[in-house]
């Protein structure tokens, strides 16, 4: 059983490690990704880029798995303890928290499939991080159906998230202060869903 104080580190750590550095790096990873709307040539060379970086292996695993693992492993943990009261009490924002639990599950094994369709291929069988790669992987109808849905709910669950990260943290205390952050947030999932949307479209 978790002491309240140990409860509420993991809870703030738990907010936190889905903005830093887990929706940072989805936001960079969307933006490489948008290259491809400029041709094959400008996504190989953004690709490169990433697949080069200098302490590659160190940057994934401690700035990108290890907190990504902790985010949906504790994530899971608040899943099951939370009842959800969206039947009871119709209203906005217990949508908004029901929806945020239901694409944190979509979010999660879209990610798993991801890693395994990708980067496992590319550093272990063989495949080259390219643009005709990437047209494979999107080439069916169900694959890009999947990936529609798992970017999408990757983009709301992150959007989302920094309105509750913001409150969690004590930053947004008023109810104004909420509407507005809230109305900021919308935009932004607006925005990283046309980049996401785009990027895969300008595969096919």
Known sequence: MESKDYSFFLRRLHSLSGII?????MTVHLFINFSAVSGSEAYDQASAFMVNLPFKFFLEMFVIFLPMLFHAGYGIYILFQTENNVRQFNYYRNWKFYLQRVTSVIAFLFIIWHVWETKIQIDFAGQEASFSFMQQVVSSNISLALYIIGVLASIFHFTNGIWT?????GITISPESQRKVEYVTLAFFIVLSVIGLRALFAFI
């Open 21 to 25: 550095p887990v929706g940072i790096f």
């Open 165 to 169: 990260f913001l409150i969690t943290w």
